[in-house]
């Protein structure tokens, strides 16, 4: 039977703890990745978390494995990462993804712009 991006969203979001801009302020400090999923254009254009890995949502399956030629040594099953896109739906799948691939600590913060409302820091890539 086929499924829904609605139905895939609402098992992500049910999967992947959703966290906010000051949780995700503490947990960075403590060492957490900071993951942007958004495309490189996305990026350039309105900057990212400052520290922040950009691998976009289509290329995180080939980065997130360690056994693909593509696998960025970043990015490990032990290391907490919190997610973030444009708006949550992408950041919130590719949350469930990592799951499903085995890492353990996996949150999602949601929208850029969510954290910048939050006053959130910023850099330009």
């Known amino acids: 039977m086929a499924i829904s991006v609605k139905q895939m969203l609402e098992a992500a979001n049910a999967a992947v703890p ?10 960075i400090g403590k060492g957490a990745l900071v993951l942007d999923v958004r495309d490189a254009p996305e990026v350039e ?3 990212k978390i400052p520290g922040a890995l950009n691998i976009s949502r ?5 980065r997130a494995d360690p056994d693909s030629p593509y696998h960025d040594k ?33 949150y999602n913060v949601g929208g850029f712009k969510d954290w910048v409302d939050a006053g959130g820091a910023t ?3």
């Not at 959703?18 to 947990?27: F, G, H, L, T, W």
């Not at 289509?58 to 080939?62: K, R």
């Open 74 to 106: 970043t990015l490990a099953r032990d290391k907490t990462v919190i997610l973030y896109c444009a708006s949550g739906g992408r950041s919130a799948l590719a949350g469930k993804l990592l799951q499903d691939m085995g890492y353990g600590h996996v």
């Open 123 to 125: 850099e330009k890539t």
């Open 58 to 62: 289509g290329m995180l399956e080939f």
């Open 18 to 27: 959703k966290i906010s801009p000051a949780q995700a302020k503490e947990m």
């Open 45 to 47: 254009k309105s900057g």
